[in-house]
């Protein structure tokens, strides 16, 4: 029986202490403040870069450059390859004394 009275003031001293409350108020400007500043944007150098890249004329004219250099590329490998091989043959034929002679050759005498 103490021990639920001693609850109920318990209660009524909490309760108490809250009648007088009052609802908190805040700067006039500050939605205001928060809204700007939420709202600015930072002018760094990563941000006009990002900016411009964004642009669809430049994201559009990277690709076509970029299309353009592997492109470019191989088709130089390619070339590159097909002089190798080609030097790769004559360096056997003359190895191996494989040259195209004809009959003709053989009856011209220096």
């Known amino acids: 029986m103490k021990n639920r009275k001693r609850i109920q003031e318990e209660v009524d001293k909490t309760l ?19 809204k700007a500043m939420l709202g600015k944007e930072e002018k760094n150098f990563w941000g006009k ?10 994201a559009v004219s990277t690709i076509v450059f970029a299309i353009f ?16 091989a080609q030097e790769e043959e004559q360096v056997f034929a003359s190895e ?15």
Request: charged share 20%.
């Open 69 to 84: 250099i592997t492109t470019a590329i191989f088709f130089e490998s390619e070339s590159e390859k097909l002089q190798a």
């Open 16 to 34: 108490d202490s809250l009648d007088g409350m009052q609802r908190a108020s805040a700067n006039p400007y500050l939605f205001t403040r928060v």
């Open 49 to 58: 870069a990002i900016i411009f890249i964004s642009r669809p004329s430049v």
């Open 96 to 110: 191996y004394n494989l040259s195209a002679n004809t009959i003709y050759d053989s009856t011209i005498e220096p």
